[in-house]
Structures are given as C-alpha cells and as structure tokens.
C-alpha cells in the first residue's frame, strides 16, 4: 500500500501510546526462555512484529520433538536471528533450521557463529558461508575467555551475553575494536542483573557466572526508538505533543533523543504528575550546526537526518557505518530519498552522513521509497509537514516494530490517503 500524506490544518496537538520496546521484549523473550521453571511469556497481537516473530520462533523450537528438525523463519528479523542463533546453540536436544527473507540472506552473522563454535557450538551455513540459514544443533557449550569484535553490531554481543550463564564455568567476553551500539549491551546486562545474573561489565570486558536464571516478571516500557518519529514531528511543526508509556530515565540507547532534539526546538518536558508521560514543546533554540557521533543510537539516524534537512539545519553524523546493515542500507536510502527534496547527502569519509546546508531544486512532488525499511518510512512521513501530498510507497513496513503508526499519525490531524486513489484534498481545492 502506498499512501498520499497531508498535514493536519494546525499546529499538531497530539496524545500517543507507543508500542512496547521491542529490544527489551525481545531480550525478555529469550532469558524467559532460557529460565529453568519460568512460565512462558505471552505477548499481545498489537504488538510489533519483530515481536511476534521472535515468540513464534521460541514456541515453535520448545515444541519441536526431539530427534527431528524445526523449520524457523523470522523474516527481516535480524535481531531474532542472532538472538534465536545463540540460543538454539544453547538448548539442548534442539535441531533448527534458522531462516530468513531474502535481505537476511544479505547480513552477516559470520561473526557471531564463530564466536559461538568456539564456545562448542554445531552450527553450519547451508547457503553462502557467512550468512544465514543456518542448521544448529543445540548442546552443552563451554565457557572461557572469549574474544569478539564489537565494532559491527552489539546484538552479537548480547546474544552471546544471554546464553553465557549456561556454559560450563562461565564467560568471559572480551571486546574488541570500536565498539558500536554499546548501550544495547549495557541493557542486556541489566536485564540479566534483573533475571539473578551476577553480570560484572567494566571498559571492554564483560564476566558472567555460570549460574541459572531465575523466573521474572519483565515489564518492558514504550519504545523510545520509535518516540524518536514524533520528536521529528514536534520539530517540524512545533506543535504540542504528549507520549505516553515513557521513562526519562530509561536504559534503552534512544532515550539520548531527549536531549539529541533540544538543539532541534524541541523540549521534554517529563508529566509529573502522570506516571509515564513526557511532554514534547516548542523552543526557539535551534543549533546552527549539528555534529554527533551516533554509534549508541543507531536508529534515530533517519529521523535526525530528515529533521535537520527539513529545517534547514547543517549537520555531520558520524558512527553511522553499521546502518549499511540494517532492514535497507540506510545510508544510501536516505541520500537517494532526500534527493527528492533537493536536498544532496555526503557520505564521505565512510562512516559518516552529513549536509551543507544547500538546497537544489524540486521540479515534482515527492514520491519517496522505503526500501522495505520500517525506519525509513516513519522518518520520511512527517515530511509531509513541508511538502503536502508526498506519497510514501510500501508503507505496512512500519508493522516490523509500530503497527499503529499511520492511525497514530492520523489522530494526530494528518491526512494519510491510499495513493491509488484521486486524492479528496486536491479534488476540493
């Protein structure tokens, strides 16, 4: 479905419940999982796919028979592969085939086997060496004293991390390079600590007792990776709008788009006297210039990069090379994109996403690809603010991690219209 997207009459004024964090529910998932005694967690059907995927994938391996072969796909999931990679590893019994759409087949997960063979995994590509699917049998593993790169992504890291108190002995992990994303694996840690984990972290080691996880009540909060839209949103069109289900305080990496969005106009202003609300307003305080190294908070790239090009607000992101990997490489989807609205990305030296502040003309009306990434989909709608009537193709990629965001959007005064269609708008114009 593509959609046709028009901005509400007036300044937004808007209250929204986000979906629940799916790094947190994912890791959730699977320390439940691996819990001797633990009542499987149950999740909602509102919630985001990645979600679903994840807990359909856990049900299906704890039902498998022993002795025959479980059939997992978890499509663009590329936090269920890791995570669901390392744990298989881990269950004894288990024998899984690990499978994926067609751009899971393009993400490297090379990184993450070897780290796991070295602990006594059996896990075997059987398509090209390096990539998924993958065939793992699960068993006992062994602890140590591992190395693993930590400059490509921090799911490796975590998926290791969650399995690490069933290996004999322990584990511990030494990181290696630049590490990239590591607030994603200090709530690992938490959550662990949080599950009777001993989890001892400090510079780039991390050591983790053999020990077994105790039954928890998770409560994961709203997900402030995707708040990060309607704080573009708020920038656009300094209007008012109240997020409800959000700790300013939170352990997820994206909550630094609080303070990321102040030299944006935006301010938080946190609900007292609601518990889980903050309040987004205007300010007039904008940075001239925007220069940040974004490689804790990777997916708040794109809408940081549309909200600057938007307002009109030079800027240089570097950290951003690992976005390459991700649902689409984001990097060059968000150049092609913001060429359509004039707007010319570097991309150089690598690593790095920025603008000059110089605008090139637009003959036509926005018609922008999401390149079957939910992320870049969300940050370019709001581009509606500027330019009425951009159309947004493939727009159901948003249900990966917020199904409800085109009927968020839509309450909150825009007008989101099937592309197919004659638009009413225009025809009463």
């Given at each position: 479905?593509?959609?046709?997207?028009?901005?509400?009459?007036?300044?937004?004024?808007?209250?929204?419940?986000?979906?629940?964090?799916?790094?947190?529910?994912?890791?959730?998932?699977?320390?439940?999982?691996?819990?001797?005694?633990?009542?499987?967690?149950?999740?909602?059907?509102?919630?985001?796919?990645?979600?679903?995927?994840?807990?359909?994938?856990?049900?299906?391996?704890?039902?498998?028979?022993?002795?025959?072969?479980?059939?997992?796909?978890?499509?663009?999931?590329?936090?269920?592969?890791?995570?669901?990679?390392?744990?298989?590893?881990?269950?004894?019994?288990?024998?899984?085939?690990?499978?994926?759409?067609?751009?899971?087949?393009?993400?490297?997960?090379?990184?993450?086997?070897?780290?796991?063979?070295?602990?006594?995994?059996?896990?075997?590509?059987?398509?090209?060496?390096?990539?998924?699917?993958?065939?793992?049998?699960?068993?006992?593993?062994?602890?140590?004293?591992?190395?693993?790169?930590?400059?490509?992504?921090?799911?490796?890291?975590?998926?290791?991390?969650?399995?690490?108190?069933?290996?004999?002995?322990?584990?511990?992990?030494?990181?290696e390079?630049?590490?990239v994303?590591?607030?994603?694996?200090?709530?690992?840690?938490?959550?662990?600590?949080?599950?009777g984990?001993?989890?001892?972290?400090?510079?780039?080691?991390?050591?983790?007792?053999?020990?077994?996880?105790?039954?928890?009540?998770?409560a994961?909060e709203a997900?402030?990776?995707?708040?990060?839209?309607?704080?573009?949103?708020?920038?656009?069109?300094?209007?008012?709008?109240?997020?409800?289900?959000l700790?300013?305080d939170?352990?997820?990496?994206?909550?630094?788009?609080?303070?990321?969005?102040?030299?944006?106009?935006?301010?938080?202003?946190?609900?007292?006297?609601?518990?889980?609300?903050?309040?987004?307003?205007?300010?007039?305080?904008l940075?001239?210039?925007?220069?940040?190294?974004?490689?804790?908070?990777?997916?708040?790239?794109?809408?940081?990069?549309?909200?600057?090009?938007?307002?009109?607000?030079?800027?240089?992101?570097?950290?951003?090379?690992h976005?390459?990997?991700?649902e689409?490489?984001?990097?060059?989807?968000?150049?092609?994109?913001?060429?359509?609205v004039?707007?010319?990305?570097?991309?150089?030296?690598?690593?790095?996403?920025?603008?000059?502040?110089?605008?090139?003309?637009?003959?036509?009306?926005?018609?922008?690809?999401?390149?079957?990434?939910?992320?870049?989909?969300?940050?370019?709608?709001?581009?509606?603010?500027?330019?009425?009537?951009?159309?947004?193709?493939?727009?159901?990629?948003?249900?990966?991690?917020?199904?409800?965001?085109?009927?968020?959007?839509?309450?909150?005064?825009?007008?989101?219209?099937?592309?197919?269609?004659?638009?009413?708008?225009?025809?009463?114009?």
């Open positions: 479905m593509d959609y046709r997207i028009f901005p509400p009459d007036e300044p937004i004024d808007a209250r929204v419940a986000l979906p629940v964090s799916k790094s947190m529910m994912n890791r959730a998932l699977v320390i439940n999982a691996l819990t001797p005694g633990a009542t499987p967690m149950t999740v909602s059907e509102d919630v985001a796919e990645d979600i679903t995927v994840m807990a359909r994938a856990i049900e299906a391996i704890r039902g498998g028979a022993p002795g025959t072969q479980t059939a997992v796909n978890v499509g663009g999931s590329g936090s269920a592969m890791r995570f669901l990679a390392a744990m298989v590893s881990a269950t004894e019994g288990a024998e899984v085939i690990l499978d994926g759409d067609v751009r899971s087949h393009q993400r490297p997960i090379g990184t993450l086997v070897e780290a796991l063979r070295w602990c006594g995994a059996d896990i075997t590509f059987t398509g090209e060496e390096g990539f998924p699917p993958l065939l793992i049998k699960g068993r006992s593993l062994r602890g140590g004293t591992l190395a693993i790169p930590a400059d490509k992504s921090s799911q490796y890291v975590s998926a290791v991390m969650m399995i690490a108190p069933l290996m004999r002995g322990g584990l511990t992990i030494n990181l390079g630049n590490q994303s590591s607030p994603y694996i200090r709530l690992t840690a938490a959550m662990m600590r949080q599950a984990v001993d989890v001892e972290s400090g510079g780039n080691q991390i050591i983790i007792p053999q020990t077994a996880y105790a039954p928890t009540d998770f994961p997900d402030w990776s995707a708040a990060a839209f309607w704080y573009e949103a708020e920038a656009l069109s300094s209007g008012s709008v109240v997020i409800e289900g700790k300013r939170s352990l997820q990496p994206d909550s630094a788009a609080a303070k990321i969005y102040e030299g944006l106009g935006v301010l938080t202003d946190p609900e007292e006297k609601v518990n889980g609300e903050i309040r987004l307003e205007p300010s007039p305080d940075s001239p210039r925007m220069v940040l190294d974004l490689s804790d908070t990777p997916d708040i790239v794109p809408s940081l990069t549309v909200t600057c090009a938007m307002i009109g607000i030079p800027f240089e992101f570097a950290g951003v090379g976005l390459r990997l991700k689409c490489d984001r990097i060059e989807a968000l150049r092609r994109e913001l060429l359509k004039g707007v010319m990305l570097t991309t150089e030296p690598e690593g790095t996403i920025g603008w000059d502040g110089h605008r090139g003309p637009v003959n036509e009306l926005p018609v922008f690809d999401t390149h079957g990434d939910h992320r870049m989909a969300m940050a370019l709608a709001p581009v509606a603010i500027f330019v009425p009537g951009v159309v947004v193709r493939d727009a159901e990629v948003v249900a990966k991690s917020y199904p409800d965001f085109w009927q968020h959007l839509q309450r909150a005064g825009f007008v989101v219209e099937d592309a197919s269609k004659p638009s009413e708008i225009s025809d009463n114009d």
